[in-house]
Each structure stands twice: as C-alpha cells, then as structure tokens.
C-alpha cells in the first residue's frame, strides 16, 4: 500500500467538530506510530500529531489524534477559520520500506 | 534558529539531471536521519528517500530507486539528492526534512522547497 486513503474533504462551521480518517494495513498503521501533517496554501507542510496522539509544543489542544488496529483519525475541536488547510496523515510501512502518506483531506471552514 | 534551506532546483529537459541541495543550521545534523518529500502541483505528498544519520542506510520510494541518490555531508551539515533520468512526472516541489526527537518518521522540521520542472 503506497498511499493511505482518506477522504477526499470534511466541513464545518466555526466550532463544531471535524473528524478525518485515515486508513492503513497491517504493515503500516497497524504496526507503526501515525503522524498528521497540516498544509495551508503555498506553505510546508507542518507536523499537528506524532506518535498516534501526541502534540509538538505549540500545536493547539483542539487537535487531537488516535490509532486503533490500522486506521488512525484526526479530531479539530472548536473549528476556526485558520483551520482550513489539507491534513494529510502518514506512517512508516515496514514491508515496503518506505514512508507512506495519506491522500489528504481539504477541511473548510464554512 | 532550526533551519532547512533547499536549492539546486530548475527546468530541465526529460531524461536529465539535477543535484538538489538542503543546507541545515541550528541542529545537530549528524545526530537525525533526514528525508526528502515531494509535492506535484495541485497533488498530496509523495515520501522519497531517507538517509540514517550515518549515510550508512538508505530507502527510496519505487518510483524513484534506480534514478535518485541520497547522500549528505555532515561536517557540511547538507543533504543531497542526486537525481538522473528525470521524468515529466517528477515535477514537483522537493521538501528536505528532519524527524523529530520524539519518533523517527515524524518530520518536524521542514525547509521551504525548491521547485523542479521537467519539460521540453
């Protein structure tokens, strides 16, 4: 699996919840720690989430993420107007070797 | 300050070469393994290769193994990615990026990116 899945795109108004899913296999999700990226236009992509769950400093608490069996998900809480951005999620995957990305999932802000 | 600055990048024909560059600063270099990223244009993120800290392990993505090299300097502190036999469809934005001290795939730290167009 070269690629993880996600859907394509999520929406919400300011303040509510916005769930994203990511969707692995047993040699990469199911096996390894889960990271979330957050790209807003024409910018690098900037680490949310690492490790399934845990935030870097700086990275606000209404981020949150979680792992179970090969699929792994992103929660925004409260969503703001500055969340709008591609989140793409990513993984180790132990049988190819390689470092696999998520599709990514454009999140608006409506 | 942490910093990645990447360079090297242009237009170049298909079936041409590049060298791109990633100067780091503020780290220590020779202490993380370090990765290349691409991004085509209006697409997600495609991993590329990774290096150990060492040099003495690599990893590429299948699209690329036979045709890019990793390497890096680190009394230099800088990456390289040696790239050949270019395609249209390695046309994107090259990201150099460090792991985190917390796992050793999470890139915390990214450069800026260097764009490579390939075309006739």
């Known amino acids: 699996q070269s690629v993880l899945p996600q859907s394509p795109s999520a929406s919400g108004t300011p303040g509510q919840r916005v769930t994203i899913f990511c969707s692995g296999s047993?040699?990469?999700?199911?096996?390894?720690?889960v990271h979330w990226y957050q790209q807003l236009p024409r910018t690098a992509p900037k680490l949310l989430i690492f490790?399934?769950?845990r935030r870097p400093s700086g990275v606000p608490d209404r981020f949150s993420g979680s792992k179970s069996g090969s699929s792994a998900s992103l929660a925004i809480l409260g969503l703001q107007s500055e969340d709008e951005a591609v989140y793409f999620c990513?993984?180790?995957?132990?049988?190819?070797?390689?470092?696999?990305f998520g599709t990514g999932t454009e999140v608006t802000v409506l | 300050e942490e910093q990645l600055v990447e360079s090297g990048g242009g237009l170049v024909k298909p079936g041409g070469s590049l060298r791109l560059s990633c100067a780091a600063s503020g780290f220590s270099f020779n202490y993380y393994s370090m990765h290349w990223v691409r991004q085509a244009p209006g697409k997600g993120l495609e991993w590329v290769s990774a290096?150990?800290?060492?040099?003495?392990?690599?990893y590429y993505a299948d699209s690329v193994r036979g045709r890019f090299t990793i390497s890096r300097d680190n009394p230099e502190t800088s990456l390289f990615l040696h790239m050949i036999g270019l395609r249209a469809e390695d046309s994107a934005v090259y990201y150099c990026?460090?792991?985190?001290?917390?796992?050793?795939?999470?890139?915390?730290?990214w450069g800026q990116g260097t764009v490579v167009t390939v075309s006739s």
């Open positions: 290096i150990s800290p060492t040099g003495h392990h690599l």
């Open positions: 047993s040699s990469n999700i199911g096996r390894n720690p």
């Open positions: 990513a993984a180790w995957d132990d049988t190819l070797e390689v470092l696999v």
């Open positions: 990026a460090r792991p985190g001290d917390g796992s050793e795939t999470a890139l915390d730290l």
């Open positions: 490790s399934n769950d």
